[in-house]
């Protein structure tokens, strides 16, 4: 198995451009995640999925942020219009959620500058 | 908040010594998970120990357990070079997965 798999690795874009990152998670999980981390904030949860179905975005910072699961092996992180205060290093996890048994598994991360 | 603390905040050994981190929660938990990150990457699951679990093993790993303090510890026997990286501490939720994570440990052990 090739892991989760996140697009792409580094983004460097200018304040105002539209920003997508990709997810790919392991075939198999139902529940799939969106962290960011900064020096600042440490590791936050934005939005997380079971089943394809957004359960909680409540760590979505604002309106800026918006994030899909079209279907069981794909998902974005969309950022519209980006703000040098967005970078941070994103990173999307997925896990396969039982009876006391989620394990979760983290992609590589997309590094992203916004300047 | 269930979000797991970990202490201390960083922590520097030689290779060969041990590598204790504690990590405190606040609220009743049916797991506790340990992560570890290395330098710019994603974190990588360690160990999981279970509320009616006191003490669990892997490898150098162990992982003990205090639901009634509210607490875990990590131990990394005969440390290594390769072992420094940051340790994370986390609880969450069994039905939704939704984890919580602290702000971590960093271990630098020196050659």
């Known amino acids: 198995d090739a892991g989760v798999i996140q697009s792409p690795r580094h983004e460097v874009t200018e304040m105002g451009q539209e920003v997508t990152l990709r997810c790919k998670p392991i075939?198999?999980?139902?529940?799939l995640f969106w962290y960011r981390q900064t020096m600042m904030r440490g590791l936050e949860l934005l939005i997380y999925?079971?089943?394809?179905?957004?359960?909680?975005d409540s760590g979505m910072p604002e309106d800026r942020f918006s994030a899909k699961m079209p279907n069981a092996s794909f998902s974005t992180l969309k950022i519209q219009p980006s703000e040098p205060r967005d970078s941070a290093v994103y990173f999307c996890?997925?896990?396969?959620?039982?009876?006391?048994?989620?394990?979760?598994?983290f992609g590589p991360g997309t590094r992203l500058t916004v300047t | 908040s269930q979000q797991g603390e970990e202490d201390p905040q960083a922590l520097s050994i030689q290779e060969g010594e041990n590598a204790t981190m504690n990590c405190s929660y606040k609220?009743?938990?049916?797991?506790l998970q340990w992560y570890r990150q290395n330098s710019g990457r994603g974190l990588v699951h360690l160990i999981l120990?279970?509320?009616?679990?006191r003490e669990k093993h892997s490898g150098r790993l162990r992982v003990t357990l205090d639901t009634s303090k509210k607490s875990s510890s990590l131990l990394i026997t005969a440390s290594r070079a390769a072992d420094t990286a940051s340790y994370f501490c986390?609880?969450?939720?069994?039905?939704?997965?939704?984890?919580?994570f602290g702000q971590g440990t960093t271990l630098q052990v020196k050659p």
């Open positions: 120990i279970r509320s009616n679990e």
């Open positions: 075939s198999g999980h139902n529940s």
């Open positions: 999925f079971n089943n394809n179905v957004p359960i909680d």
């Open positions: 609220t009743s938990i049916n797991n």
């Open positions: 986390v609880t969450g939720s069994s039905n939704t997965g939704k984890l919580i």
């Open positions: 996890a997925s896990s396969f959620l039982a009876i006391d048994s989620y394990e979760q598994y």
